[in-house]
């Protein structure tokens, strides 16, 4: 069966420092992967999703990066984080066409 | 984009008690698909259902995809079925891109 898993589970981070979120899928090939924010006040933002390794898109302009590095794992980068940069941070996959399914969720807190 | 909107935003609700959560969307879609944010984060598929009327124990979901509404019903409601509700659209594509509404949180008080 197919498991997604994401890391680190919790961080606090200082303004001005990098930041490295992993996540892996196991199970399936060539999945689709996405990275989600959910900040206060509840609302899922679409931060990137890749079709493929090497191809990722962005949905919002902001202070992150996104990698695809293998077909598997998908790293979500950031050189500075910002306070804005707080929130809660959801990886996801998806076959074509199908449901959607997420990980664990990663606590982001800059201070 | 396509615009999805649920209501009530908040429910408080007493065990044993039924609610229905509501989707509404802007667009037509391919697929819809309800999940449950736990108090933990977590996000939990409950249904995949672009149209048509799905049972699973408790819960049950219809879409009315001509209609461009979706219902959830919880039905003798218990106090672990508090969290936050969300109802996410796809229009089609090969991306995927799921596009969510703000959700509905729900309160089940012992």
């Known amino acids: 069966s197919q498991t997604i898993h994401q890391w680190p589970a919790t961080l606090v981070q200082p303004v001005g420092s990098p930041l490295s979120l992993e996540c892996t899928v196991e199970?399936?090939?060539?999945?689709?992967l996405y990275w989600y924010r959910q900040a206060a006040g509840r609302g899922l933002q679409l931060l990137f999703y890749?079709?493929?390794?090497?191809?990722i898109s962005s949905e919002v302009p902001q202070n992150l990066s996104a990698s695809r590095p293998q077909d598997r794992q998908f790293i979500l980068s950031s050189k500075k984080l910002l306070l804005s940069d707080s929130g809660f941070y959801l990886c996801a996959w998806s076959p074509l066409g199908n449901t959607i399914y997420f990980g664990e969720g990663s606590w982001l807190t800059v201070v | 984009g396509i615009q999805v909107e649920q209501s009530p935003p908040d429910l408080i609700l007493q065990e044993g008690a039924n609610s229905t959560l509501r989707c509404n969307f802007s667009d037509s879609v391919n697929n819809l698909q309800w999940f449950h944010q736990n108090p933990w984060g977590q996000l939990i598929n409950l249904f995949y259902?672009?149209?048509g009327t799905k049972q699973n124990g408790r819960l049950s979901a219809t879409t009315v995809a001509t209609e461009r509404y979706s219902l959830l019903y919880i039905s003798s409601s218990q106090t672990t079925d508090s969290g936050v509700y969300f109802c996410?659209?796809?229009?089609?594509?090969?991306?995927?891109?799921?596009?969510f509404g703000k959700g509905t949180l729900l309160t089940v008080n012992p």
């Open positions: 199970g399936t090939s060539n999945p689709n």
């Open positions: 890749s079709v493929g390794i090497g191809q």
């Open positions: 996410a659209v796809h229009r089609g594509g090969s991306n995927y891109k799921l596009t």
């Open positions: 259902i672009p149209s």
